[in-house]
Nanobody, 116 residues
Framework: QVQLVESGGGLVQAGGSLRLSCAAS????????MGWFRQAPGKEREFVAA????????YYADSVKGRFTISRDNAKNTVYLQMNSLKPEDTAVYYC?????????WGQGTQVTVSS
């Protein structure tokens, strides 16, 4: 059974940092490009960042470029998102999936709340 479990969210002041983790199981995720996505209240889920299977290529939404860094550890089947210089508009539930998303049952996500 394919499972994605996100963790590491929390409440942080603007300008602060958080590191999210996504533990994947049930499939050989090391061959996939993996991505982070987020959904703010009342908004559609949006792409945040992605990383190729080898980690050699990364992609970012313009809104997070220069502040967020995606990485992965294929030995641990885990993807990370280091978020620095957080802004109130980064407040959302953060999810991981392949990029493009192929796991139909998304994880529960992890809540990130940035106070001003």
């Amino acid at each position: 059974q394919v499972q994605l479990v996100e963790s590491g969210g929390g409440l942080v002041q603007a300008g602060g940092s958080l590191r999210l983790s996504c533990a994947a199981s049930g499939r050989t995720f090391s061959v996939y490009t993996m991505g982070w996505f987020r959904q703010a209240p009342g908004k559609e889920r949006e792409f945040v960042a992605a990383i190729s299977w080898s980690g050699g290529s990364t992609y970012y939404a313009d809104s997070v470029k220069g502040r967020f860094t995606i990485s992965r550890d294929n030995a641990k089947n885990t993807v990370y998102l280091q978020m620095n210089s957080l802004k109130p508009e980064d407040t959302a539930v953060y999810y991981c999936n392949t990029q493009p998303p192929t796991v139909t049952s998304w994880g529960q996500g992890t809540q990130v709340t940035v106070s001003s």
